[in-house]
Nanobody, 128 residues
Framework: QERLVESGGGLVQPGGSLTLSCTAS????????IGWFRQAPGKEREGVSC????????YYLDSVRGRFTISRDIAQNTAYLRMNSLEPEDTAVYYC?????????????????????WGQGTQVTVSS
């Protein structure tokens, strides 16, 4: 019954903004490291942004630094990814994921913790 559900994807023009949401059910996000990942057609999945369960550290992919912001609302059991100044290269399916006992930078680089969950993904398309 534990699951993550992403929402907020869609079609936007270059330079536009979009906010993705990730809501957890069946468990609490309190002690989990949270990550946003993306995969474009023909490309390998990459970690976009991650944050530790204690909010003590964050990680951003170099290509999104200064444009994207990760946040969490424990009371709402929801994580967010605010994306500004979107570029065509940001087009991908975006996934929310969580794991335990791992710091943000390592989770975004593909390392695994002691156990977590993945959402189903939401499509983001940046095109004029």
């Amino acid at each position: 019954q534990e699951r993550l559900v992403e929402s907020g994807g869609g079609l936007v023009q270059p330079g536009g903004s979009l906010t993705l949401s990730c809501t957890a059910s069946g468990f609490s996000l309190k002690l989990y490291t949270i990550g946003w990942f993306r995969q474009a057609p023909g490309k390998e999945r990459e970690g976009v942004s991650c944050i530790t369960g204690s909010d003590t550290s964050t990680y951003y992919l170099d290509s999104v630094r200064g444009r994207f912001t990760i946040s969490r609302d424990i009371a709402q059991n929801t994580a967010y990814l605010r994306m500004n100044s979107l570029e065509p290269e940001d087009t991908a399916v975006y996934y929310c994921a969580v794991d335990r006992a791992i710091v943000a930078s390592y989770f975004c680089r593909g390392y695994e913790g002691v156990g977590g969950y993945w959402g189903q993904g939401t499509q983001v398309t940046v095109s004029s």
